[in-house]
């Protein structure tokens, strides 16, 4: 008794002494990175390539996030959404784009509308809690309205561009007609905390990874190490155009395919700007006391990416659209928010649960909020259970007039063919481009239904090559149940009900001439 009694008194003394200080926190997000493009994941056993197969012959080098995987917790089936905009809307909410209205769609660059006003951001519950909250990088979560920018959702400052896709180079937009600067830098003004952030040219001609780095640093070097720091860095690497300095071109001569060879050139880009970033933190004093989570916002492009061997590809509910690369390590002092090195959880993970899950880093309150994210932090620092069941990978409207989407239940997948919800048949293995891998390593694309459902056993099938559906009855019965009790609840995507690119949104319209709040919009409603 007397023992049980002193291990309960060290834990009640152990988390007191962690809650005391709240740690920084960087969230990195790449964009469009593939399963397969990562070191770690290249020709090794992982959840998507059980027997250790080969994946490429043209490994990507990525030492600076292998490191940093290795020093910390691998997810291995951890879920995002098949498409940018509605990814990001699951990290900053934590609920699903059926919930939100952003998704399956991304927003357009010309289209009126953003995430709606009522929703709660991730950097507003950082706030609550006198965090400084920061973003540095891609927004693409609507800016028709001044408010549905950055600095009006919790930010203190905001440098990068409002829109999905740029020029890494000169920062520029071409859209429906229209083109523009698209890069904004609040650091500019004084209090920039709900102003919007002005149009900046300075950056023009050096390459977008160079400059989200440098601006990183610039905030690390000037930052009070007595203040927690939320760092939100979703860098525009590795999406589309392919565009990378020649150097880190030239490392990948052996990829004879151009537009495979560029992508490893970004990715690399990507790695050393990673390495760059924690090299500012180390040198500012701040990296012991900081916890690191990494995610892709999808699946790699087909022609470029190597989402091998997973089945589909980016804008795809198949898994190659929606298993997603991520990590977390944790902060180096032992007394705040450690992470095991070297370990990984194949437990169910969705990007939506990032806001719950640093709840319990940060301290702030989720009370009120609806969410569809789960507070994950056990299965991350201790290898618990997760109490997620069930992944929504897009879901029609409760209106809609039948089924369609994907959803993930326990260790089986429900998907109704549908191109409206991503769902494509005929889907394909997509190795990447002079890649021919060996035949026990791809299965023919799976035939559905006659009315177009498949169930796939993810665990045993994570290629998704056997459909289920009319072998398993009541599997299929029960996964149809679960589905149809969430679509009553879902909302639909509000590109439905905004088609068309608002005229209002021409940049040369405005007096900065650059992408921004729409000029006279009628159709823009925070």
């Not at 959840?47 to 020093?71: C, F, H, K, M, Y």
């Not at 090299?279 to 690191?292: A, E, H, I, R």
């Not at 198949?318 to 990590?327: K, L, S, T």
């Not at 719950?356 to 009120?368: E, H, N």
Request: hydrophobic share 35%.
């Amino acid at each position: 008794l007397y023992t049980a009694l002193f291990s309960l008194c060290l834990g009640t003394i152990e988390g007191l002494r962690r809650s005391s200080k709240p740690p920084h926190v960087l969230l990195i997000v790449a964009d469009d990175f593939g399963w397969n493009d990562v070191g770690y994941h290249q020709n090794q056993k992982s959840s998507a390539n059980p027997n250790g197969e080969p994946t490429t012959n043209g490994v990507i080098s990525t030492p600076v996030l292998d490191q940093l995987a290795r020093e910390g917790r691998t997810l291995e089936m951890y879920y995002v959404q098949p498409l940018c905009s509605p990814t990001r809307g699951t990290i900053m909410t934590g609920r699903y784009p059926s919930h939100t209205g952003i998704g399956p769609s991304v927003i357009e660059v010309s289209h009126a509308y953003g995430m709606p006003g009522s929703e709660v951001f991730i950097a507003q519950k950082f706030k609550s809690v006198n965090y400084s909250t920061h973003i540095v990088g891609k927004w693409h979560l609507g800016f028709c309205d001044e408010r549905f920018t950055p600095t009006f959702r919790g930010f203190d400052s905001f440098i990068g561009y409002l829109g999905g896709m740029e020029d890494y180079w000169n920062h520029t937009r071409t859209a429906d007609g229209f083109s523009g600067l698209d890069f904004r830098n609040s650091t500019t003004i004084r209090d920039s905390a709900n102003k919007l952030a002005p149009a900046d040219s300075s950056h023009q001609g050096t390459y977008s990874v160079d400059v989200l780095t440098k601006q990183v640093d610039l905030i690390v070097s000037t930052h009070d190490p007595k203040i927690p720091l939320f760092m939100y860095v979703p860098f525009q690497s590795v999406h589309a155009p392919l565009q990378a300095p020649q150097k880190y071109i030239d490392m990948y001569k052996s990829i004879s395919d151009m537009n495979r060879r560029i992508y490893a050139g970004m990715v690399t880009a990507l790695d050393d700007a990673v390495g760059s970033i924690r090299d500012s933190y180390m040198q500012k004093g701040l990296w012991n006391d900081t916890l690191l989570v990494f995610t892709t916002d999808n699946g790699g492009p087909p022609g470029s990416a190597n989402n091998f061997p997973l089945r589909g590809h980016k804008a795809t509910a198949w898994e190659g659209g929606v298993r997603g690369i991520a990590f977390v390590r944790g902060t180096n002092n032992k007394d705040l928010f450690p992470v095991p090195a070297g370990t990984s959880t194949s437990q169910l993970m969705h990007s939506s649960d990032w806001l719950p899950t640093l709840a319990s880093v940060a301290g702030y309150s989720t009370k009120g909020l609806q969410l569809d994210g789960h507070d994950q932090w056990g299965v991350i620092a201790r290898g618990e259970n997760t109490t997620r069941v069930t992944v929504v990978h897009n879901c029609a409207a409760a209106d809609f007039p039948r089924r369609a989407g994907a959803m993930r239940i326990g260790r089986y997948k429900l998907m109704f063919e549908d191109a409206s919800m991503q769902v494509t048949g005929n889907m394909k293995q997509t190795p990447p481009p002079g890649f021919d891998p060996k035949q026990s390593s791809v299965c023919s694309p799976p035939k559905p239904t006659d009315d177009g459902v498949y169930l796939f056993d993810i665990i045993a099938d994570p290629h998704e090559c056997t459909n289920l559906a009319k072998s398993q009855p009541k599997v299929l019965n029960a996964t149809m149940t679960v589905y149809d009790n969430y679509k009553k609840t879902a909302v639909a995507d509000l590109a439905l009900s905004h088609p068309k690119s608002d005229p209002t949104s021409n940049p040369q319209l405005r007096k900065d001439k650059a992408w921004g709040p729409f000029q006279g919009s009628k159709e823009c409603k925070f």
